[in-house]
């Protein structure tokens, strides 16, 4: 799983500046040693810039955990969504006729026949691979061995 910086390139950026603001700043309170800290008001106004900065980031690192919250239900109920139609969907294929089936299972993307393959009761896909092409049967073998198309013996 990425890092939350990875996932928001804004805040990965702004993460960047603060540390090289953050270096610089002891770059130059190390670069005379011995020597006190520079009071000037160049210095007190640097300090408060980086504060700032901070408290923005601060702020900007809530606003996107928010986001990425909201985004991680909609992403589970969009799956838990697609569960419950690929669940209906193999129903549907399961109660149909198998030459029905076997006709319209010929001609969908090679993803969705492993899905409801992978999905359907044993003894009810026998029936309707008997009447699928023997091409896109052996592709489905295939594809439920786990292995590579590339691999199979076929044409």
């Known amino acids: 799983m990425k890092k939350l910086w990875e996932r928001i390139p804004l805040f990965g950026g702004m993460m960047v500046l603060l540390i090289l603001s953050a270096l610089s700043l002891r770059l130059e309170a190390s ?20 504060l700032l900065m901070k408290q ?10 928010k986001i990425l919250g909201e985004i991680e239900k909609k992403l589970a109920l969009y799956q838990s969504l697609k569960k419950k139609n690929v669940r209906r969907l193999i129903r549907l294929y399961e109660s149909m006729a198998p030459r029905t089936a076997a006709s319209q299972i ?26 699928v092409d023997p091409r896109v049967a052996a592709k489905i073998s ?14």
């Open 106 to 131: 010929n001609v969908m993307p090679e993803s969705l026949r492993l899905t409801l393959f992978s999905g359907m009761n044993p003894r009810k896909a026998s029936r309707i691979m008997r009447y």
């Open 31 to 50: 670069a005379a040693p011995g020597a006190p800290p520079a009071t000037s008001p160049s210095s007190s106004g640097e300090e408060r810039r980086i």
């Open 142 to 155: 295939v594809q439920m061995a786990g292995e590579s198309s590339a691999r199979g013996g076929g044409r």
């Open 56 to 65: 923005d980031l601060d702020r900007e690192i809530q606003r996107n955990k």
